[in-house]
């Protein structure tokens, strides 16, 4: 069972960067596909971006394309969110998910993902 810890999250000014980073460990990392979700404040959580297995395929939310990317070191044992051109309303709290089925490509669905980290809180500022 693999157990997830995200990291990287902060206060950054509108237009700045940051850069997410969620360890896994407990498991065989390269077995699953990663994905990152967020909440943010009074809405529900939402798909933001997912990654397949071998780093082959990617999937991105309609408001971050463009500005996010999503990586993985499987011999890291770490899957990335590199976020650019950040906006006030990119804040929210980054959780990291892991699918641990056989499908190939990654989900945008959150129920397709069994492993989820504790969050990490992003915070825009103007």
């Known amino acids: 069972q693999v157990q997830l810890v995200e990291s990287g999250g902060g206060l950054v000014q509108a237009g700045g960067s940051l850069r997410l980073a969620c360890a896994a460990s407990g498991g065989t990392f390269s077995m699953y596909t990663m994905g990152w979700f967020r909440r943010a404040p009074g809405k529900e959580r939402e798909f933001t971006a997912a990654?397949?297995?071998?780093?082959?395929?990617?999937y991105y939310a309609d408001s971050v394309k463009g500005r996010f990317t999503i990586s993985r070191d499987n011999a890291k044992n770490t899957v990335y969110l590199q976020m650019n051109s950040l906006k006030l309303e990119d804040t929210a709290v980054y959780y990291c998910a892991a699918d641990r089925s056989t499908r190939f490509g990654p989900s945008r669905l959150q129920s397709e993902y069994g492993y989820w980290g504790q969050g990490t809180q992003v915070t825009v500022s103007s």
């Open positions: 990654i397949s297995r071998d780093n082959s395929i990617t």
